[in-house]
């Protein structure tokens, strides 16, 4: 396990958990006392957490990881789901990328099409991640309109007035919209009220309306409502989806993928 892979697991047990112990998280992940305390100290640095005595706690009430140190649980289905999302986009297009981790893998996956490695654009993409403009601006092919706004460290993402004036301003043809929930009661949302409007204002500029993400996060609900259910058009999800949940869907309209 490479210290990268421990730090993701450290995290994801301290936000499991709440805290952690030394003796118990060396157990967990193999490795000595030492090992976990340096990785904890190291950690602490960044501000990612909070040494204690015996180990360590979240960093403040409101925790969330950056982007960077996110779990990469489910990246096999992330990358499935990202190459479906990447192959409904038509050359030409523009589109509409939020950030997180399945729609920064959508990116990449555009990025790798061979039909999409000229044009005059070959994409245009709108986006208000900074790390998805990062990877794509590097790409001549394709047309990068970053919004401005007030960067969230978490998740790379721009909010606020400045972004919402840039945004409500374009047009998109198809809007990619990463989540952290998806009801089919509820509709789509995710924890923070300022990406909530940002990514509601992308799909109401947008004609068409994909929802990326794992089965994981669908049937369950977040803080901050993105749009209703009837809003969304296509929703690309893995095979863990429960046909229950799957049909709920269909029936308020939505194109379920399972890839």
């Excluded at 790379?156 to 301003?169: D, F, I, K």
Aim: aromatic share 4%; net charge negative; hydrophobic share 45%.
């Amino acid at each position: 396990m490479t210290r990268k892979e421990r730090w993701q697991t450290l995290l994801d047990l301290l936000v499991e958990r709440g805290e952690l112990e030394v003796e118990p998280a060396a157990e967990a992940l193999g490795v000595s006392a030492a090992t976990i305390r340096r990785d904890l100290d190291q950690l602490a640095e960044q501000q990612l957490l909070v040494r204690t005595r015996g180990g360590a706690v979240l960093h403040g009430v409101s925790y969330e990881l950056p982007l960077r140190y996110r779990t990469s649980r489910r990246a096999a289905e992330k990358r499935r789901i990202s190459e479906t999302v990447a192959a409904l986009i038509v050359p030409g297009e523009v589109i509409g990328l939020t950030g997180g981790t399945t729609t920064t893998e959508v990116a990449r996956a555009l990025a790798a099409r061979a039909d999409l490695a000229t044009g005059s654009p070959a994409l245009t993409v709108v986006t208000n991640a900074l790390n998805i403009a990062g990877e794509l601006v590097i790409r001549p092919q394709f047309k990068i309109v970053l919004t401005g706004g007030v960067a969230r460290p978490q998740s790379y993402e721009l909010t606020g007035p400045l972004a919402m004036e840039v945004l409500g301003q374009l047009s998109v043809d198809t809007a990619v919209v990463g989540v952290d929930a998806f009801d089919p009661a509820d509709g789509a949302a995710t924890r923070h009220e300022d990406e909530a409007a940002m990514n509601r204002l992308l799909c109401e500029r947008a004609r068409r309306v994909v929802i990326a993400a794992d089965s994981s996060k669908l049937g369950v609900r977040a803080f901050a409502r993105i749009v209703a259910t009837d809003a969304v058009d296509v929703l690309v999800t893995d095979t863990g989806l429960s046909p229950s949940v799957a049909q709920a869907f269909e029936a308020a309209g939505v194109e379920v993928i399972r890839t």
